[in-house]
């Protein structure tokens, strides 16, 4: 039998399942928060809710566990499975499954009265446990639901009543809810309301598939309706280079998503050190709210002040200055998808047309840095470019070199092997 143990804290499964996929390749001796003991009970919690997704690899240091998901091939975000493991005892189950029995029809409307004698007579007259149904579990229950949109309850005179909602038709939306699951902040939302409904499988195919932002869903929300209600926050967050976490107390303003790499940070201002700060999402353990921001339009207009030189997260911090950046690419006759490309991506820079066969890219930007995974997806264009922050300038050269001369010793000793010879 699978073993299939739910859980109350997510977060434990959380902060393993990013050592097994994000991280990965690490023995049992090597996972030094927990005792072993605790690794095994959540390796089986994760071997049951991906299984077909474990791997393992033997080295001399142990059997090193990973998970191995190519996100080409997968068309659902096998991760949201962890999700939707809760726990409960056998009481909760029992009267669950009860309770929506009884009320299996949006046309079925009781009272909490009602509803207990109902369930003593019709269900449990024949076992003493009927005892532990009282009319305060009941209504703990009853509540919950509610909150959860499972039941809704209506007023009538002086009673309460409570129902089973409408059923929503899905059809039309299969398609958007299948789409949005996949590639928008809480997915988790989409899947869970996809697998309730009867969906034929997703059309849909990724190029690239953040599969990881489903193991932030909570923090996410949580970060999303602390934006909304304009609150301050503690945030407890995780470092590779620290063994305790930190806490912030920071006005959360904005999510921001990168397109490269699907990674997702909580834009905010940090109230003790008087700056925006950005901070990555998957490494944020915690979120509690403390109150109310009265500031919190002035900090937020602090920040969409810096947004016209942000290429990235970076933002004005202790600089006093910003950094010019500007290069030209060479088109040929027929690429006009690459000034399209240009236009579409050039977030806070300007695209300008030289004649028919060079355009100019500039832009001011806090740090220069950020820019140059974008720069490179264009270098075999590029025939000038300039950088005012001199250092930046020098590493991307060198790191040109370095590629290639990586590429040069890669082709010799492919061809010194293809011509049967030491050198080449």
């Known amino acids: ?36 003991r605790a690794y095994d009970d959540v390796r089986r919690r994760v071997d049951s809710y991906l299984g077909d ?58 009272t909490q009265n009602q509803l207990i004698e109902k369930i003593i007579d019709d ?33 009538r005179g ?19 809810l299948a789409f949005f699951s996949e590639t928008l902040s809480c997915g988790a939302l989409g899947s869970f309301i996809l697998e309730k409904s009867d969906t034929p499988p997703h059309i849909f195919s ?33 470092s590779k280079k620290k063994a305790e976490p930190t806490s912030l107390w920071v006005v959360p303003l904005y999510v921001f998503q990168g397109t490269q790499n699907g990674r997702s940070y909580l834009m905010a201002y940090d109230l003790n050190n008087k700056k925006i700060v950005p901070l990555r999402i998957d490494y944020i353990l915690k979120i ?72 100019k890219f500039s832009a001011h930007l806090y740090d220069s840095w950020e820019i140059v995974p974008w720069i490179r997806t264009f270098i075999h264009r590029i025939t000038e470019i300039h950088f005012e922050n001199k250092h930046v300038e020098r590493q991307f050269y060198e790191d040109l070199k370095a590629m290639q001369r990586l590429y040069s010793e890669s082709s010799s000793a492919l061809l010194g092997e293809s011509e049967g010879c030491d050198d080449f």
């Open 1 to 36: 039998m699978a073993y299939s143990e739910l859980i109350k804290n997510f977060e434990k499964i959380r902060d393993y399942m990013r050592e097994f996929y994000v991280y990965g390749f690490k023995n049992r001796s090597e996972f030094t928060k927990k005792s072993p």
């Open 53 to 110: 997704y474990m791997s393992f690899s033997r080295t001399v240091d142990g059997k090193s566990v990973f998970l191995s998901i190519d996100t080409r091939d997968i068309q659902k975000n096998p991760l949201y499975n962890a999700l939707k493991a809760k726990s409960f005892t056998d009481m909760d189950i029992t009267l669950h499954f009860i309770v929506f029995d009884i009320l299996n029809s949006s046309d079925i409307c009781l």
């Open 123 to 155: 269900y449990l007259s024949e076992f003493e446990s009927h005892t532990l149904f009282d009319e305060s579990t009941l209504r703990k229950k009853l509540r919950e639901y509610e909150a959860q949109g499972l039941i809704v309850s209506q007023k």
């Open 158 to 176: 002086k009673a309460l009543y409570y129902k089973r909602p409408d059923p929503v038709f899905l059809p039309p939306l299969r398609e958007p």
């Open 206 to 238: 990724f190029k690239h598939h953040y599969i990881t932002r489903a193991l932030d869903s909570d923090i996410l929300l949580s970060a999303l309706l602390a934006i909304n209600e304009r609150q301050e926050i503690l945030v407890q967050t995780c």
């Open 288 to 359: 509690t709210p403390v109150g109310k921001c009265l500031d919190f339009d002035l900090y937020r207009q602090e920040f969409n002040s810096m947004r016209p030189y942000m290429w990235g997260v970076t933002t004005k911090r202790d600089k006093t200055s910003t950094e010019y950046v500007e290069f030209v690419v060479q088109i040929d006759k027929g690429e006009d998808f690459i000034y399209s490309r240009l236009m579409r991506e050039k977030r806070c820079g300007t695209v300008e047309i030289l004649d028919d066969s060079h355009i």
